[in-house]
T-cell receptor, first 117, second 114 residues
Framework: DAGVIQSPRHEVTEMGQEVTLRCKPI?????LFWYRQTMMRGLELLIY????????DSGMPEDRFSAKMPNASFSTLKIQPSEPRDSAVYFC???????????????FGAGSRLTVL | AQKVTQAQTEISVVEKEDVTLDCVYE???????LFWYKQPPSGELVFLIR??????QNEISGRYSWNFQKSTSSFNFTITASQVVDSAVYFC???????????FGTGTRLQVFP
């Protein structure tokens, strides 16, 4: 299995530009998560989907952030307009959901490192 | 509200020493799950172990062992005879029965010197 695939791995952009991060979960996994990692705040859950439906988006910082999952094999996290404080590593993870809520193991992608100048 | 505390920000040891990483959690649920993940210098997050709240048996996997104590709300991780390859950031995490939302601690950076 190829694992969770994220692109791009690195993105450098200027303040005000739109950024789109992409994620392909593991085939057969029905839950998908977007996390952000910064030195100041650690690993934060931004949003998660179950069967392509957003379940909890309480971690999305503000309206500049949006996430979509149009089908079971693809998700995007968009930031528009980007700001320097959005600089972070963004991780996508997926889980199979074969156990009850809470018990499922998340498999993480390699992350997308975003730098906003 | 759920919370995970990893009080040790950074630990340095010399190879072959034993080291214990502490994790204390808070939750109101009676059913919950605890996890440890490893983040090596390459940056990816690697799953190590999952434990549910009803299983207090300690677990050993090679040089790794985990001590789960509900009485003290702790889920500590011990590496025996540490190796340089164990150098990484280790995260403890918690999820409750009602959601797949995984709450992470702030992580402990372990440096193992030769």
């Amino acid at each position: 299995d190829a694992g969770v695939i994220q692109s791009p791995r690195h993105e450098v952009t200027e303040m005000g530009q739109e950024v789109t991060l992409r994620c392909k979960p593991i085939s057969g996994h029905n839950s998908l998560f977007w996390y952000r990692q910064t030195m100041m705040r650690g690993l934060e859950l931004l949003i998660y989907f179950n069967n392509n439906v957003p379940i909890d988006d309480s971690g999305m910082p503000e309206d500049r952030f949006s996430a979509k999952m149009p089908n079971a094999s693809f998700s995007t996290l968009k930031i528009q307009p980007s700001e320097p404080r959005d600089s972070a590593v963004y991780f996508c993870a997926s889980s199979k959901g074969e156990r009850g809520p809470g018990a499922n193991v998340l498999t993480f992608g390699a992350g997308s490192r975003l730098t906003v100048l | 509200a759920q919370k995970v505390t990893q009080a040790q920000t950074e630990i340095s040891v010399v190879e072959k020493e034993d080291v214990t990483l502490d994790c204390v959690y808070e939750t109101r649920d009676t059913t919950y799950y605890l996890f440890w993940y490893k983040q090596p210098p390459s940056g990816e997050l690697v799953f190590l172990i999952r434990r549910n709240s009803f299983d207090e048996q300690n677990e050993i996997s090679g040089r790794y062992s985990w001590n789960f104590q509900k009485s003290t709300s702790s889920f500590n991780f011990t590496i025996t005879a540490s190796q340089v390859v164990d150098s990484a950031v280790y995260f403890c995490a918690l999820s409750e029965d009602s959601t797949d939302k995984l709450i992470f601690g702030t992580g402990t950076r372990l440096q193992v010197f030769p």
